[in-house]
C-alpha cells in the first residue's frame, strides 16, 4: 500500500525566510502533485511534477521530483504572509485500476509571520 | 474557481439518516473522484467514475455508494450515517489522468 508521509507537519515561517517542505512516498510512481488548502477551502493545483528530475516554479514557489528517491520538495523563498496555508502533496498510483487514485500526505501547515 | 460544482455546502442531519451529494465535473471531463476529509483520517480517496462506469475504489465503507450519470454528473450516497461520518467531501474531476481540479466540497455534519 503506498504511503505518503510530509515533513514538517508544522512550520512557522517569518517573512522573507526560506525554507522546504519533504514529501517522501514508499511505491514507485512518476506522478506527484501539490496542491494548497485555505482554512475551510478546496484545493487549488500548485504543481504537476511528471518524471524523474522534473523541477517547476511559481514565484516564491519551486518544487521538484526525484522518483529514485521516491521524494519530492516544495521550497519556498522569502516568504510572505500570502502563502499562509496547507500545503499537500499527492502521489497518484502506479497502474491499472488505481492509476488516477491520488494518496495525499498529511499535509504541512505553514504559518508565515511579519 | 476549479469549474467543479458541488451541492450543498453544508449538511446537517441525525444519525442513522441519508443523504447525497451532488458533483458537476469541468466541462469537457470525463473522470470524477469523491474524496473524504477529516482530522482523523486526512484526505482519502473514495471512489472514482470514468464516462459512468466505476474505475476505482478506495477505503469506501459499504455504506456509501456513487454513480455518475449520463450527463456526467456523479451523486455519493452516505446512508446508516454514524458520527464519524462527519467530514469535508470532495469531489474532483479530470479528462482522465492529468491534474484533478477540486470542488467547494460539502460539509457534513452527524448529530
Known amino acids: 500500500e503506498l504511503k505518503v508521509e510530509q515533513n514538517p507537519l508544522f512550520l512557522s515561517m517569518q517573512e522573507g525566510k526560506n525554507y522546504t517542505i519533504y514529501c517522501n512516498y514508499s511505491?514507485?510512481?512518476?506522478?506527484l502533485y501539490w496542491y494548497r488548502q485555505d482554512p475551510g477551502k478546496s484545493l487549488e493545483s500548485l504543481f504537476v511534477?511528471?518524471?524523474?528530475?522534473a523541477v517547476k516554479q511559481e514565484g516564491r514557489l519551486m518544487a521538484s521530483l526525484d522518483t529514485k528517491a521516491r521524494l519530492s520538495t516544495l521550497h519556498i523563498t522569502a516568504a510572505v504572509h500570502d502563502l499562509s496555508a496547507t500545503y499537500f502533496c499527492?502521489?497518484?498510483?502506479?497502474?491499472?485500476?488505481?492509476?488516477?487514485?491520488?494518496?495525499f500526505g498529511q499535509g504541512t501547515i505553514l504559518t508565515v509571520h511579519p | 474557481d476549479s469549474g467543479v460544482t458541488q451541492t450543498p455546502k453544508h449538511l446537517i442531519t441525525a444519525t442513522g439518516q441519508r443523504v447525497t451529494l451532488r458533483c458537476s465535473p469541468r466541462?469537457?471531463?470525463?473522470?470524477v473522484y469523491w474524496y473524504q476529509q477529516s482530522l482523523d483520517q486526512g484526505l482519502q480517496f473514495l471512489i472514482q467514475y470514468y464516462n459512468g462506469e466505476e474505475r476505482a475504489k478506495g477505503n469506501i465503507l459499504e455504506r456509501f455508494s456513487a454513480q455518475q450519470f449520463p450527463d456526467l454528473h456523479s451523486e455519493l450516497n452516505l446512508s446508516s450515517l454514524e458520527l464519524g461520518d462527519s467530514a469535508l467531501y470532495f469531489c474532483?474531476?479530470?479528462?482522465?489522468?492529468?491534474?484533478?481540479?477540486f470542488g467547494p466540497g460539502t460539509r457534513l455534519t452527524v448529530l
Open positions: 474532483a474531476s479530470n479528462l482522465i489522468t492529468d491534474t484533478q481540479y
Open positions: 511534477l511528471l518524471s524523474n528530475g
Open positions: 511505491t514507485t510512481s512518476d506522478r
Open positions: 499527492a502521489v497518484g498510483g502506479a497502474g491499472g485500476t488505481s492509476y488516477g487514485k491520488l494518496t
Open positions: 466541462s469537457g471531463d470525463l473522470s
